[in-house]
């Protein structure tokens, strides 16, 4: 199964070295499941042809914010809604699950309650997740038919599905705690508030769901579901 990797941000350059850009995050994430990639920097204004070009896609994070005026946040807003038209699967991460929201009808904005940094903990129906998370924006209103199945007490709307359509998460599962260290101590000096970024140092260490959300995303890619 071929999974398009739509890249809507380039990673922070003094980490590439080390860590490389976001579509290779989730090839890592995915690996050992049956899929090949194909990569599109949208961001870049580098789109595909259509939603045929692969069998599944996945849009990742981005310091953008998805209201934003950039020229390529348009089409891929269309191309967003063309996928869904075609009943290809598609996941959102982050950036990816907010211009999901965006495109679909939901609202996204930069949220009153400020930054999410570092682990974190969602609570899917019951079950709690600890995954890593750097944002300040969030889909404050989900679209028409959006299933909301995560959240805590900062983010609402920290997982959404779309059954048959879509599925996209808030925090990253692709990040582990070295990356969000780096991010720290790159884009988050002067940005982020001093006393986030100390306490997500304080939480880094304690075991993560990437796996077990890395089949979340392989089960929808096949299946269309998450359960």
Known sequence: MKIGIL?????????KG???????????MLAGKGFTFQTWSVVENVFPDGPKDADGWLITGSKHGAYEDHP???????????IVAAGRPLIGVCFGHQIIAQALGGTVEKFKGGWAVGQQEYDFGGDTMTVNAWHQDQVVK??????????????????LLYPGKAYTVQPHPEYGDDFITGLIETRGKGVVPDDLMQDARSRMGRPLDNGRMADQFAKFFREGTIA
């Open 142 to 159: 989900a679209p028409e038919g959006a299933q909301v199945v995560a959240s805590n007490a900062h983010c609402a709307h920290a997982a």
């Open 7 to 15: 890249q809507t941000g380039l990673a922070p350059d003094e980490l």
């Open 72 to 82: 390529w946040i348009p089409p891929l807003e269309q191309l967003i809604r063309d």
């Open 18 to 28: 080390s860590f490389g850009e976001y579509p290779g995050f989730f090839e890592r």
